[in-house]
């Protein structure tokens, strides 16, 4: 195979699972991002609960699960989500030492999100960007004019 062809196999191949998502093929997103709210949502009742006494057990608590959860389903940036769940537990560290109010750790929680998710638009939008590079173009003709798409 020519390295023209090679790459643009591989560019394929980077782009699948954005192709698939978009065919409704592959796992089902939502239904994954639920299942993860509801582990972490299990693993604050235990800190108002009192089974557990800090911040950084509650995302001892929720992050692995959440991260195999993930990784089960294929998801192909798995080390953003990583990066988010330890951003997370800094802020909770941080939360149980005091060095931050509570309204400081919340705030610092949504930020980590917001940047989770710039930073996975980026991934789509360059995804998309050599999808339509290696694509091929049809063009059909109609008497004098030509349409390519």
């Not at 798995?78 to 769940?85: E, H, R, S």
Request: proline residues 6%.
């Amino acid at each position: 195979m020519s390295d023209a062809r090679c790459m643009a196999f591989r560019m394929m191949l980077l782009a699948l699972p954005l192709l698939l998502a978009g065919c409704g093929i592959g796992p089902n997103w939502p239904a994954i991002a639920q299942q993860a709210a509801n582990i972490r949502a299990t693993c604050e009742s235990q800190l108002k609960s009192g089974i557990v006494r800090t911040h950084l057990a509650v995302e001892d608590c929720a992050n692995p699960p959440i991260r195999n959860l993930y990784v089960q389903a294929g998801w192909p940036d798995i080390d953003v989500l990583d990066a988010y769940l330890a951003k997370r537990e800094a802020i909770a560290a941080q939360w149980d030492r005091k060095a931050i109010t509570p309204q400081q750790a919340r705030a610092e929680y949504a930020q980590a999100l917001v940047d989770e998710n710039t930073q996975l638009q980026r991934r789509y939008a360059d995804r998309a960007a050599t999808l339509r590079a290696v694509s091929p173009m049809i063009c059909t003709r109609n008497g004098p004019f030509m349409y390519c798409h």
